[in-house]
């Protein structure tokens, strides 16, 4: 095996293991939060929440013998989930507490407020570092004696709850050989805003051996960093947003300042996106289309949950998905009809169990085009015929698009209104989102022009 200069100068792998310190660093947890999912709604939130996500976590610690867990801010979701959050963090505090692991925080955006009041409730419980924008450290000493310095900084106070300032600013560390961690809640590499902007360039040129950061959701990978960097991520996905595996990370810290990370996906749920290929489906109503929609769906989700199963582990309870219908479809108008006829009743049917794991839909979201030949359409010099040409000058982006995103965009509030998409639940921000839903809208309308036309054909 090939063996570079500083591997080969290091101790054996097995004097590594028994000499590191091991800490469970948990990012976002928003205790109190409410994951806005239907499997919530069936199993309830005792199983499917930040709590059970978070006892999981003090569970794991307590089982792997950790020397500390690091909590980076945003425990807990807002000031007045602080009653729900106290027996949840107690708990967990205390149960850490008999095991002789240390608990050791810095606040978010989301707890510069809760979580203080939370520690005073909390005597001698949880360490809080870096009050109010301040840097301060704790050393955290392994089981065989060596140490590590959690050096970190909480968000602070202000009335709108922004900070524009660079955590570092003012960042000093102690001067001495033992192994130091950063841990701070920041939005890192931000070119500003109002969320504690930090550039990774400079949290670099510090003697950090690693930093971990809260605020973002989605975990950076920082099992492949030699020198971690980065966010930690949310404990357990809080909204369809945030799909993949969640859970805490372990970092074992080696008596050279090494760092390596193990993510663990202890996250009662998970969020997916799953997409279904409309052109698969046959129907000639909307009661076809139903029944088709439901087989084909449960069927991908088994497929697709079948696979992900063994990186699962033993901890997740249910899978919370969004079905994206893609492609063109022969059948797209009684797939659009069915959707809006029975759509709840759809998605309800597609749930199952397996493996002990329940699933279910949160959402189908059609994206799906009807399988028309725009392009023979366009030939035409009928009113399906202009319509044609419009879509096709969007979809190829010819130099005709800059004139129809600017007349749509003039009149797009009175066309919202009119429910012009049945599925316009984004804000239309910019000319990409613009031009999806005037192509998909424009297919609607086509399709019906089309269907007219054939009915009226002289037979
Ligand atoms: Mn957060």
Known sequence: MYRNHSESVSPPDLEYIIMAVKLLCVGDIHLGRVLPSPMVDKLGSA?????????????FAIDNEVDAVLLAGDVVDDIRDRFEALPKLRDGAERLSAAEIKLVAVAGNHDVEALPRLLTLLPGKITLLGENGTWSDVVVQGKSGERVR??????????DGHYSGNPLDGFTLPDDAVPMVGLLHADLNASG????????????????????LGHIHRPDDLSAMSRPLGYLGSLCGLDATETGPRGPWLAEIHSGGKVSMTHIPLSPMRWEVLEIDAGDISADSAEDAADALISNISEAMAAEFAEMKPELGDTIRAVSWDIALTGRSKAHHPIVEALENDGPGIMESCGGNFDDVDFGVRKIKDRSTPALSVADIAKGVDAAAILARKILALENRDPGMKAILETAGKNIPALAYAGVRRDVDAEIKDDETLRAHLIAAAYDVLERLVAENASEAPK
């Not at 959690?150 to 009335?159: C, N």
């Not at 805003?193 to 971990?212: D, K, M, Q």
């Open 47 to 59: 199983v499917l929440s930040p709590a059970t996500a978070w006892e999981r976590a003090v569970e």
């Open 193 to 212: 805003g109002f969320y504690a902007p930090v550039p990774r360039s400079e949290i670099n040129a510090t003697r950090l051996s690693a930093c971990f």
């Open 150 to 159: 959690i050096v970190g900084w909480s968000f602070p106070h202000s009335k």
